[in-house]
């Protein structure tokens, strides 16, 4: 799929390979502006996201953390100090992915589901989430949205599922 989501599945069923991959980059997955109901409630506010001034955002990406010097000072610290590994996520800047995917969804919405639409910051919509798992469009739609992330973050890829299922007989 558009997304970052490695896995590993182990099964007895016979005859199952690697999947290939199809190539899907989030950008074929969006949808349009025009097509998005109450497309300003997707959208955030620049001045609520720590960017780092010397990246370019330009484009059609999903925002990464990634550690700051800052950050990098305050983990070696943390685990000299205590020998565990911390990085506060105030430490932490958002730049674009460079491989054209998007990170693994998860149950709840997050800075890492943050993506550039060419034109604004916005989260992405429960639609693209769907796509994002190869789901129908409009398949979670008997629920609320915040239920439709969870629900979809929660769940299979679905292409990779009737992959591994196709061999059974």
């Known amino acids: 799929s558009a997304q970052n989501r490695p896995r590993l599945y182990w099964t007895n069923i016979p005859n199952v390979t690697q999947p290939k991959d199809k190539?899907?980059?989030?950008s074929s997955i969006m949808q349009k502006k025009s097509d998005i109901k109450d497309y300003d409630k997707y959208i955030i506010d620049k001045k609520d996201l720590i960017l780092n001034k010397d990246?370019?955002?330009k484009g059609i990406f999903c925002l990464t953390e990634r550690r700051t010097e800052e950050a990098k000072k305050i983990r070696k610290e943390h685990m000299k100090k205590f020998g565990k590994d911390f990085s506060p996520r105030r430490a932490k800047e958002l730049v674009p992915r460079t491989d054209g995917k998007a990170n693994c969804l998860t149950a709840t919405v997050g800075k890492e589901h943050y993506i550039h639409d060419g034109e604004n910051f916005r989260y992405m919509t429960p639609i693209e989430w769907e796509k994002l798992q190869t789901l129908d469009e409009n398949y979670t739609d008997i629920l609320s949205d915040s239920q439709r992330y969870k629900a979809i973050g929660n769940g299979w890829t679905v292409d990779v599922?009737?992959?591994?299922?196709?061999n059974i007989k």
């Open 23 to 26: 190539e899907i980059i989030l």
């Open 55 to 57: 990246v370019s955002y």
């Open 161 to 166: 599922i009737a992959h591994i299922l196709k």
